[in-house]
């Protein structure tokens, strides 16, 4: 017999972890929703654990696997990358990438998820101004089924990193990212010309067999263009965003969130 309160949800074909945790969320009936991987290494019986942190006061916990019970090229990479991101994005978090969590329903009312950015639901949210904490989970050997950790999604986390990164520092001001690139390119090319400009006039060495000519100009051409493609971008975001700039906690009206939640959807 079927458990009532067991709820399943069955696509018509595989579309990602992405989206099985998007349509988990949308269909999920209370204000707290965990999850877990269903490969059973992080144990269901510590989710207490995780709840309890919870009710300190945080939106989003996150589990730490400080004993790992993979291979040693997995834990060094997983290292590396908890490393990377918490350097890149700011979110000192130990295990970011761990699929045992606990959050409350107003973070996944205004976060997106689709792609890969489901790696990094924590940056997001910390970006909103949601209080993340995190706990010390055990971790068992694996018994079922098997990793499909590879080189493709190494390569797909780091672009969903940079995706992140632009989504959450730079969403508002793109130019700021991209014009710092482009400054410095032109700035090097500028370098490099001058250079070659002083030792014609000064020393009358010939330059048409100099590759640093090239090199030098090349770089000036594309710092202008990622300048401009800064200011293209700038102009996209102004006139089109698809989530406000602002999370709200409450207000002295109580339609007034309603309202703020259904903005941050469109």
């Known amino acids: 017999m079927i458990d009532p309160s067991v709820r399943y949800i069955r696509f018509r074909r595989n579309f990602g972890k992405s989206a099985a945790l998007a349509a988990g969320f949308r269909y999920a009936r209370f204000e707290i929703i965990a999850t877990m991987d269903a490969d059973l290494q992080d144990l269901p019986e510590q989710l207490p654990v995780l709840i309890s942190k919870l009710a300190e006061g945080f939106d989003l916990v996150s589990g730490w696997r400080h004993e790992r019970h993979d291979k040693l090229t997995r834990r060094l990479g997983s290292r590396l990358y908890n490393w990377t991101t918490a350097k890149l994005t700011g979110v000192r978090l130990h295990d970011i990438n761990c699929g045992f969590k606990c959050y409350r329903r107003e973070v996944l009312d205004e976060v997106m998820i689709y792609g890969e950015r489901h790696r990094y639901i924590p ?133 007034d969130l309603a309202l703020s939640r259904r903005e941050s959807d469109r």
């Open 123 to 255: 940056v997001l949210a910390s970006y909103r101004g949601f209080r993340l904490g995190e706990v010390k989970i055990e971790h068992a050997p694996r018994d079922h089924g098997r990793s499909r950790y590879g080189f493709n999604r190494v390569i797909g986390g780091i672009f969903s990193l940079l995706t992140v990164i632009l989504l959450t520092r730079y969403s508002n001001r793109p130019l700021h990212f991209f014009g710092l690139m482009g400054a410095g390119l032109f700035a090097v090319g500028t370098a490099i010309d001058l250079y070659l400009i002083m030792a014609r006039v000064l020393f009358q060495e010939w330059l048409s067999n100099r590759p640093l000519l090239i090199i030098g100009t090349l770089f000036i051409i594309i710092g202008v263009q990622f300048v401009l493609f800064g200011l293209l971008a700038e102009m996209i975001a102004f006139s089109y965003r698809r989530e406000s700039d602002y999370s709200i906690v409450e207000t002295s009206e109580a339609g």
